[in-house]
């Protein structure tokens, strides 16, 4: 498990080209039909380098995140790390669980990320707020899992080991 | 389990001074505003991907421009220089009536009106927070641009700036449901407060009595009071009034003239006072009113 030069480099760049793609501006419509790529991407190194990305790089995702989009700073970095933790506490399960299952659990923790941040960006203190956006980015997550998967994996093992 | 479990880094003890220090950063940023420097760090190195997402629809906007036809050229071309025959006779009476102006409020010993400097800037169209509606701008602290400046369009008030970059500014536009605005009625000088309503086109205006004298259609402009915003700029049109049956506030809903979704050119506002030197550094394409 010792991390080479290679692999660091895949990690940084997938982070970076992550942020990228969710920074992009789109049509309101399409907007909350963008998955959450950033969190997607910490998710999916925690569960398979926790030795390199944890709570504290999740953390520290979370608070650029947090300086992209405006919001507070420490809420969203709050939010990562935490989603972090619970993913590292059921690493060994998820890890074991067929794909399909395994997207399904992440999109509830993608759905208790929304509702969180809805809770600290303010979102109920001018009566409730349209949740359907917030539903449709845990529904696309199911397909957004995968393919960071079809996107990483083979060239994790490869750089890896 | 062996991984929360775990002592030290990575362990719960590390989770909880995590959650402890978002909580603080969280409260100090919210509610006391201290972390401005390390928000000005982040976005530093936030901008090179800003400005690469912007890039596309910046691109987008040349091409449409080189590409276009010459007659749609030459009809834009004859547009601007009758509106330009049109702004500088009108600019003509403007000058004497603000000599005149001037005048009057010596002879009146009142106190001089605020002076502006404007600067532009450009939109860099990113994509901002679920629930926040804010534009990210081209200048920054190193332009002189500071936290609470107001930023104008063509058409009328868009907001004011809420982050600074050395380079970006993140401005709060006016129908972000944290946004106040204190308005007047330009037929009535009755003054109010409009709030944003997280809706693209919706303004709520507040403590307007039931039987305040407003009809729709009235325009609402900056009132300068609390010093935020300078006075006298178009805001937002009056569009709809239901008085309350219960309770002494009627309900008005206002539309917000200037385009907030895709504003091309924004101007920030600098007041000073008129004995004042200008505060911020000139730079070459900044405007002074005289």
Redesign the interface.
Known sequence: MTPNHGGLVLIAISL?AA??V?????PNTI??W?PPWLLLTVLFWALHR?GII???SA?GA???Y??????????H??LF??IA?LI??A??LLLALPMIQQALWVSLLVLLHQFM??I????F??GT?ALL??LASALITLLAWPLIHVLLLDKQRRLMG | MANLFRKGRGGPVWLAMLVLVSLGLYLADSRLHLTDGLRGWLMTGLEPIQRLVALPSVLWRHVGETLQTRATLEAENARLKQDNLLLKTQMQTFWSMQEENKRLRELLKATKPLEQDLLLAQALPVRDGALSRTLLIDRGAQDGVHIGQAALSADGVLGQVVHVGPRTAEVLLLNDGSHAIPVRVARTGQRAIARGTGEADRLEILHMPNNADVREGDLLMTSGMGGGFPEGYPVAVVTLIATAQSGPFATIGARPLARLEDPREIALVWMRSPEAPPSTPPASEEIHDP
Request: hydrophobic share 45%.
């Open positions: 970076l942020l990228t969710e920074l992009l501006p789109l907007q909350p963008q926790p944890g709570m504290t953390w979370g608070l650029v947090d300086a992209a989009l405006g919001s507070p700073l420490g809420a970095a709050l790390c935490l933790a590292l506490a690493q060994r941040a809805l600290l960006e303010g979102g203190s001018h707020p956006p917030h």
